[in-house]
């Protein structure tokens, strides 16, 4: 009479989650339709500041640095959003009690984030490169920047999950992932302000960001020019943790309940 | 035939910080092949005993099953599902199935007369056909238990009696479990065998339905609508407690049910006659606890 337990990854499941991000009209506007435009707007004003002999360099590293928002559109603030929405209408027990353990829905999740994550550099990528004059990379420095983006994405989900998990509530879940956006993009210096033109304490702020590295230093890494990675590593190390430390409150907080 | 059991629940209690929801201490068991209605004023612990057996609240004492979450089918009083999404594609992934090549599936559709509904969105669908696209879900989950709490409200009459009739004909002839909630009296008459009172969380009584009337009502009741010339005519024969608006005359023999109907056809009152209504089995069950509870 036992049922047979689901797979932990199903192919109707990944679609059903992949139908979800995609029936969201603002992880299309965030996750692709702005990095598009911003990157190009930002790129072309560089340039007319900066002169045409420097085109490459400032267009490739604007172009670099704003691609960071594809995962914090997508993962941090997307996903966030939906799940809190889910847990706060009960979406998420409705499904178990069909027998969809949550682990299964999280693969999905993860997975169908990625795929859209990818589509949407595809696009990125492709409007970017026919709308801009792009430094080619080494292969080091394309790969480092597909690994270090994979690993951002990954501490997004984690941190996005808990902000979730131990919110519950749509409208401050939306709230506290919005101000953490801004503040990424402001300490990133995507809004007008670089690095070099905070205040101290500010700086120190900003150091901690990976989000930070994308923007300032990856064009430096694209190359294959030598870089220091010991602070970049750092504040991917701080960065994760943090979303460890959350990741295991919410986690902890939901066996209590049970 | 011996059947096996499916959940027993004993010494359980349920608290929603300080207020005791739920307060089980006698045994309750639910075996293969039982229909039990879960009645109960609002706030009684229907649901509360429902999401208790699901894991869904925290509880203190014993529930015990052999089944896991995925093999009770639960039609809640709230069901939500993403809005993202076209009705068809949530079916489909839930069910892992597709409905074009799912013939049974394409049945229950065509019964509920879900057809048009399957390419709206959940939050475009009217309340009675959510409904719908939960119990079909349920129903397809063809589970060894199955809870249906509350499963008709929001529906017109004409559909409730549809549902009901369905529900009856798919469950007739299967041995699973079936548990329903349900403030609809008459519904739980065609689908209960069996009787789980609740009040404020207590356990008023539980066990077959006729048993029960037996045990609360008797041999026979006649039931009237209430009147004046009615109470009068009536006032020295035995009456059973009932709601305001009717009046239950208890017949403990075949000679005082005969007395009875005579008279009443020499008044040309309108009555029905039961040994199985729900409604005042659970108003003399409930108020012989009470009457019990007061004298200890």
């Known amino acids: ?258 | 035939m011996e059947h096996t059991e499916l959940v027993a629940i004993e010494n359980l209690t349920v608290r929603y910080g300080k207020e005791l929801a739920l307060d089980i201490q006698s045994p309750v068991v639910i075996e293969e092949g039982d229909r039990v209605g879960i009645i109960g004023s609002n706030g009684a612990g229907k649901s509360t005993l429902i999401k208790s057996i699901l894991g869904l609240v925290s509880y203190e004492g014993s529930i015990r099953t052999r089944l896991g979450m995925e093999e009770i089918a639960t039609h809640m009083q709230f069901n939500e599902y993403t809005d993202s999404m076209p009705t068809r594609y949530i079916m489909e992934a839930i069910l892992q199935t597709k409905i074009s090549k799912n013939e049974k599936l394409r049945e229950l559709i065509a019964y509920f007369e879900f057809e048009d509904c399957l390419r709206k969105k959940y939050q475009k669908l009217s309340g009675g056909q959510k409904q719908r696209f939960t119990i079909i879900m349920v129903m397809m989950q063809n589970a060894p238990l199955t809870f249906y709490d509350e499963v008709t409200s929001g529906l017109d009459f004409e559909t409730r009696q549809k549902l009901v009739e369905k529900l009856v004909s798919w469950y007739r002839d299967r041995d699973t479990g079936l548990c329903i909630v349900s403030h609809y009296y008459e519904e739980l008459e065609q689908l209960a065998n069996k009787l789980l009172i609740l009040d404020q969380g207590h356990v008023v009584d539980y066990g077959k339905k006729e048993e029960l009337f037996r045990k609360y009502c008797g041999r026979a009741v006649l039931i009237l609508n209430h009147s004046r010339e009615k109470e009068a005519l009536l006032a020295k024969y035995e009456r059973l407690a009932s709601p305001e608006h009717l009046i239950a005359l208890a017949c403990g023999s075949e000679e005082r049910e005969r007395e009875l109907v005579e008279l009443l056809l020499a008044h040309n009152m309108d009555y029905t006659r039961s040994s199985t209504d729900i409604e005042i089995i659970y108003t003399n069950a409930k108020e012989r606890y009470y009457r019990k509870g007061a004298q200890a």
């Not at chain 1, 749509?170 to 993009?185: D, E, H, K, N």
């Not at chain 1, 809004?191 to 300032?216: C, D, H, I, Q």
Request: aromatic share 12%; charged share 15%.
């Open chain 1, 1 to 258: 009479m036992r049922e047979k337990r689901r797979k932990l990854v199903t192919w109707s499941m990944i679609v059903y989650e992949l139908r979800n991000v995609t029936g969201n009209p603002f992880i299309h506007i965030f996750g692709v339709g702005m990095p598009v435009l911003m990157s190009i707007l930002i790129a072309r004003m560089a340039v007319d500041q900066m002169g045409a002999a420097m085109a490459r360099t400032v267009q490739t590293s604007v172009f670099l640095g704003i691609g960071v928002l594809i995962p914090m559109a997508t993962i941090l603030m997307g996903y966030s959003v939906m799940q809190a929405q889910d847990l706060e209408r009960g979406i998420p027990v409705r499904l178990q009690l069909f027998g969809i353990r949550s682990s299964v829905t999280i693969c999905s999740r993860v997975i169908s984030q990625l795929i859209f994550m990818a589509a949407a550099f595809l696009v990125y990528f492709g409007v970017g490169a026919s709308a801009l004059e792009l430094e080619a990379p080494c292969v080091s420095g394309a790969i480092l920047y597909g690994v270090c983006l994979v690993v951002f994405s990954v501490i997004c989900f984690m941190m996005a999950h808990a902000i979730a998990a131990l919110i519950k509530k749509f409208s401050i879940t939306y709230c506290v992932v919005m101000i953490l956006y801004f503040a990424c993009m402001i300490l990133g210096g995507m809004m007008g302000v670089s690095y070099e033109n905070l205040s101290s304490p500010l700086k120190a702020a900003a150091r901690l960001l990976p989000v930070t590295y994308f923007n300032r230093d990856f064009y430096t890494i694209w190359i294959g020019d030598s870089y220091r990675f010991g602070p970049m590593l750092q504040s991917y190390l701080f960065f994760g943790a943090i979303a460890g430390i959350l990741l295991f409150i919410a986690l902890k907080r939901e066996r209590v309940r049970k």
